[in-house]
């Protein structure tokens, strides 16, 4: 048993650590100069804020429309209500953001990262608080997210990983990407790995599915139809209640017959 000296110790040293890290990457602009920056921006510019460090900064509220946070480092920032609409964050890193009522939509985000962002974190959570991801291109984002109720529609998700984490990456992100009652109408997610997703009462009406991997999703009670699921992967798919009324291309679809509760599917 460790003695609670030595507990405190260890402790004492660890916070030390912790707050010597934090300074280490303290980030390049105070949020002052960033709230002038956004105010004096001109109607229609492009504010510059490309490969910044604005890790851990409270942003929230913020008007950041057109902006461009190319390569940006958001870690842990708070978004919160922020508007980030038609904003340029591809390859942007956004693990821990705070992205309740953000509106992101037709925002850039190409192989951007999400690891452990948070919008709301289920389905009991009141649906206003869900970020609005809508038109924005994630085409080849890592996701890892608690994005319950989050408005995807009409989004590019093409080869996005959304999926387990990688081999040697499970201490960093243990959990999974939580997309229920999310708005994927019209989405493209040709390709996609949705792996374990949660798309529990998600509508994905006319979204495409091509080639995408759903090994082990939850589907239950979603809404595909008219979808595009040709070569598909759909290997223990949980299918409970789900809405798959004129779906194109199912005949080509792998992992049928290892689906679950297809005697419960709706067409």
């Known amino acids: 048993m460790v003695p609670r000296a030595t507990a405190r110790l260890w402790l004492a040293s660890l916070a ?33 804020l490309a490969g910044k460090d604005l890790s851990y900064l409270d942003l929230s509220a913020l008007d950041f429309k057109r902006a461009n946070l190319k390569g940006a480092n958001l870690l842990g920032a708070n978004l919160n209500d922020a508007n980030l609409s038609y904003a340029d964050l591809a390859g942007a890193q956004l693990d821990r953001t705070q992205l309740k009522r953000t509106n992101l939509a037709h925002a850039d985000l190409e192989g951007a990262t999400l690891y452990h962002a948070v919008g709301i974190l289920d389905l009991a959570a009141p649906g206003h608080n869900a970020p609005n991801l809508a038109g ?3 085409k080849g984002a890592r996701i890892m997210a608690r994005l319950s109720r989050a408005n995807l529609a ?20 243990p959990q999974e990407t939580d997309l229920s009652g999310a708005d994927l109408a019209g989405a493209d997610l040709t390709r996609a790995d949705l792996r374990r997703v949660n798309l529990a009462f998600a509508n994905l009406t006319d979204a495409n599915l ?12 979603a809404t595909l139809t008219g979808a595009n699921v040709a070569g598909a992967n759909f290997a223990s798919v949980d299918l409970y209640g789900t809405n798959l009324g004129g779906v194109k291309g199912r005949d080509s679809v792998v992992g049928w017959a290892t689906t679950r509760n297809k005697d419960k599917v709706v067409f």
């Open 210 to 221: 091509a080639g995408a991997d759903l090994a082990g999703a939850d589907l239950s009670r």
């Open 154 to 173: 009409g989004a590019n998700l093409e080869g996005a990983k959304l999926g387990p984490p990688e081999t040697g990456n499970e201490l960093k992100t």
């Open 16 to 48: 030390a650590v912790c707050l010597a890290t934090l300074s280490a990457h303290a980030a390049d602009m105070a949020l002052r100069d960033i709230v002038v920056m956004l105010y004096k921006a001109p109607p229609g510019s492009h504010p510059d």
């Open 136 to 138: 924005a291109n994630l």
